[in-house]
Structures are given as C-alpha cells and as structure tokens.
C-alpha cells in the first residue's frame, strides 16, 4: 500500500526505464537583426492648410477673453461654499491669514467636503520681491464640496488675485492666474466663466504706471491658454505676449507685441505667430516699418504667411484691467 501510494504520487511507476525515454528537441530562439529596419509611410503627409482670416479670428477671441478670465470667481465660489462648513466638517487649521482643510465628512447640516485646500490672503506682502507692497488672494486645492441642495462644487488647480505696489512704488501693477479646472456641477447656476464653454490656463500681469507730469502707461503681459473659444478654431495658446503702451520712449511699437500666439486647427496643425518686437539686452527693438500689428505664421517650423490683431484692447481699461 505504501509502494502504490508513493508511485501515485511520483508518477515514476510505469513509466519504464528513463534511459529509454527519447529526448524533446528544441527549437533555436531568432535572434535580433544587428540594425532596426528603417520605417516608411507609404504616402505624403498631409501639409497644413493655412487660413489667415480663422487665424486672426481666433486671436481676437484670446484677447477678448485676457482681460475677463480672472481668478475672482473660484475664489468668490470658494468662499460661499466655506460658508457650510461646522466647527468639525472639515478638519481646519489657520495661522496668520492662512487656511488649510481637508475632509471627506459630512456637516450637520448636509454638507460634503472631499479634498483638501490651502487658501492665503496677504496684506503688505513683498510677492514681487524688495519694494513691492501686494494684498489678495490665492487658492490652491484639489476638492470637492456637495451642498445640502445637491449642488456640486468641483475644484482642481490654483487661482489667484493680486494687486499693489511695485518697484518702491513706481508701478501699480495687477496680477491673476487660474490654473486646472473650476466649475459647479449644474452651469446655469453660475454666471462666470465657469458656467461657459471655455476652460483656461492663465497668468497676466499688468501695469501702471504714473509719471510726475501726470501721464500713464500701461502693459499686459499674457501667458494664457484657452480651449472652446467663440471661433471656429478655437483653441489658443500666448506665451510671454507683452503688449505696452510707448512708454516715453520705452516700447517701440504700440500696435505690436512681443512673444507669440499658436492657434491649433480641427485638423491639430498648430499655427505659431511671431512677433516683431524683439529684446536686445535692456532695451525692445522693432524692424523699421514692421510696426504693423501683424506676425510673421510658421507651421512645421516654415513660414506660411501673416496674422494681424488689433492689440490696444490688452491696454484699454479704466481703473484696473481685471
């Protein structure tokens, strides 16, 4: 019995003798080739279909919109959902201006917080460094609030306002950026851009200043990138887009700034327009006769055209930008 139970298990018996088992023959693995073949595309690729008048179209979309997108309304919603929190939902600590939760709980009164968020508020604060004097705002979170009334407030990103004294006070200058994404669950509810079709990234700084013969100047600096613009290619990205007024003397074209603006078709060709005004060293500089409004289009790295916008909306406000 114990023989039978010990080959039932070794599944030796009755397998003969091994020496007369005949060997598996393998098969030799492929080896790799010494060099990758080359790839190729049997056809031409499509170029970029140029239009310049959807080009500038979707440009004075971007501008329009510079000056509206602000910061202000995630934080003004922020603020009014906070007002349902309790002494327990969410977990708060502050110090010195500075607010931090974080949840999932439910309050009292039906209220769901889910995240976490660092709110600030500065007053007299040096955020542009030696001489500067700033007060505002700034939110970072990535939460979400649930109402009692089932209205949902969902938040990802940053946003921030500020404004103040800059340069021992030379400059008055603005500042505002949203980065990620805000918005409430139902969109009629809200107003604001965040209960519109377009979701953006940005950061714009302005400036003001005020000369002792009672003169002003003012500039716009735009990195911004917006997707669902009101044109038919609608989706816009301006790196470092300065745009000044002459500054005595200073800014060598008001009708043209600096940087660039990429437009991206239906297709997703990216259209880059350059700029003629150039940094050397110090002081800005502009090709005589291009001071124009319009840029020079590249696609692919090629040049395909031009693309002119009217740019004094960037500087036209009458007390602050935003």
Avoid: H
């Avoid at 499509?46 to 997108?69: G, L, W, Y």
């Amino acid at each position: 019995m114990r023989i039978s139970l010990f080959c039932f298990l070794s599944a030796a018996c009755g397998q003969g003798d091994p020496s007369t088992q005949t060997a598996k023959s393998t098969v030799a693995e492929p080896s790799p080739p010494e060099e990758p073949s080359a790839w190729e595309y049997d056809g031409d690729s499509p170029s970029a279909e140029f239009d310049q008048a959807k080009v500038e179209a979707s440009i004075d979309a971007a501008i329009a919109q510079v000056r509206v997108i602000t910061g202000s309304p995630p934080i003004d919603a922020y603020l009014n959902v906070m007002d349902s929190a309790d002494e327990y939902c969410p977990y708060n600590s502050e110090f010195e201006g500075s607010a931090y939760w974080y949840g999932g709980c439910t309050t009292s009164s039906g209220t769901r917080f889910e995240g976490y968020s660092f709110y600030e508020e500065y007053v007299d604060s040096p955020l542009f460094g030696d001489g500067s004097n700033m007060f505002g705002t700034s939110l970072n979170t990535q939460s979400t609030v649930v109402l009692d009334d089932g209205s949902r407030f969902d938040m990802g990103g940053s946003a921030v306002v500020y404004e103040g004294t800059i340069n021992n006070e030379e400059i008055y200058a603005w500042f505002t950026s949203v980065n990620g994404t805000f918005g409430w669950s139902d969109i009629e509810m809200d107003e604001s851009w965040m209960g519109g079709p377009i979701r953006p990234n940005i950061q714009n700084l302005a400036y003001l200043w005020t000369f002792e013969d009672g003169s002003t100047y003012r500039a716009v600096n735009s990195t911004a990138g917006f997707g669902g613009l009101d044109a038919e290619w609608d989706t816009v990205f301006l790196s470092e887009v300065f745009s000044a007024d002459s500054l005595g003397g200073y800014w060598p074209c008001t009708d043209e700034p600096s940087g660039t603006i990429s437009v991206r078709s239906p297709q997703g060709d990216w259209f880059q327009v350059v700029y003629d005004v150039e940094q050397d060293g110090d002081a800005w500089t502009i090709v005589p006769g291009a001071c124009d409004g319009c840029g020079t289009v590249f696609a692919s790295g090629e040049a395909v055209g031009e693309a002119c916008n009217d740019f004094d909306s960037l500087r036209d406000w009458e007390d602050q930008p935003w």
